[in-house]
């Protein structure tokens, strides 16, 4: 899969399992992605609002549609959300390591929603 599309600075970013943590990987890569200037949401049913930006409990009460979707949480909650992506018609979706299963890549494949795993977001973002 080729990785441009998904690291365009003009795509509207949203991160679930976006975390106020500062040790978390939620933390680290909603921060990072805020701090390159792209647009992203927090999605995360925990918080009401991280660093000081709304936090939305999942996709469908974002604002406007995520160009793409980066999961950081377990794999049976990335099988609920590439389901979500689907039926909002976001068809780009990055798991973070830890957060893919068999079964939602599968599911992405055979919905043609883009997928990538097995690649850190953040390592890919430095280059």
Do not use: H
């Not at 949401?41 to 009401?48: D, F």
């Amino acid at each position: 899969m080729e990785t441009k599309k998904f690291l365009n600075k003009k795509n509207i970013i949203a991160i679930v399992g976006a975390s106020s943590n500062p040790e978390k990987w939620g933390w680290k890569i909603y921060k990072s992605i805020k701090s390159s200037g792209s647009c992203v949401y927090p999605i995360n049913p925990k918080y009401p609002e991280i660093n000081g930006a709304v936090c939305y409990p999942d996709l469908k009460s974002l604002p406007k549609n995520p160009d793409m979707v980066v999961t950081v949480v377990p794999p049976k909650i990335t099988e609920m959300v590439v389901e979500e992506c689907k039926r909002l018609k976001i068809n780009k979706v990055w798991m973070q390591p830890g957060s893919e299963s068999g079964k939602a890549i599968a599911f992405c494949k055979s919905n043609n929603i883009e997928v990538i795993y097995n690649a850190c977001f953040m390592g890919l973002m430095r280059k």
